[in-house]
């Protein structure tokens, strides 16, 4: 074989070695991004599932919000209806207490 040749196998044989250790690595890459990948879609999951559980807690609250609007509401409308009903009881008291009151010094 010539010289030549013998250059041309080594450098074909560094090439095919190189290309060999370029795709080992860029396959070794690609494993360890996909399971990146595979740890990233998890959190996409847990964080898809938080979501909605916020969305639910959320729509929760909002309706306990408009529950206590409405206690207060009914809460005042008691509040105004019993209001006067206790003034006239206070007054109906006081009116009997200064009736007893004047009695007692008639006597």
């Known amino acids: 074989m010539e010289t030549k040749t013998i250059v041309?196998?080594?450098?074909a044989g560094?090439?095919?070695?190189?290309s060999l250790f370029v795709a080992y690595n860029?396959?070794?890459k690609i494993t360890d991004?996909?399971?990146?990948?595979?740890?990233?879609?998890?959190q996409?999951?847990?964080?898809?599932?938080?979501?909605?559980?916020?969305e639910e807690l959320i729509n929760q609250n909002k309706a306990l919000q408009t529950e206590v609007k409405n206690l207060e509401?009914?809460?005042?409308?008691?509040?105004?209806?019993s209001a006067p009903a206790k003034?006239?009881?206070k007054t109906k008291a006081s009116k009997k207490a200064h009736k007893a009151h004047k009695a007692s010094k008639k006597k």
Request: glycine content about 2%; hydrophobic content about 50%.
């Open 73 to 81: 509401v009914k809460l005042a409308t008691k509040t105004k209806a």
């Open 33 to 42: 991004q996909a399971s990146e990948i595979k740890v990233l879609q998890n």
């Open 14 to 18: 560094v090439i095919v070695v190189g």
């Open 8 to 11: 041309q196998y080594a450098v």
């Open 26 to 28: 860029a396959q070794d």
């Open 44 to 54: 996409v999951a847990v964080l898809t599932d938080q979501a909605a559980q916020n």
């Open 87 to 89: 003034a006239s009881a």
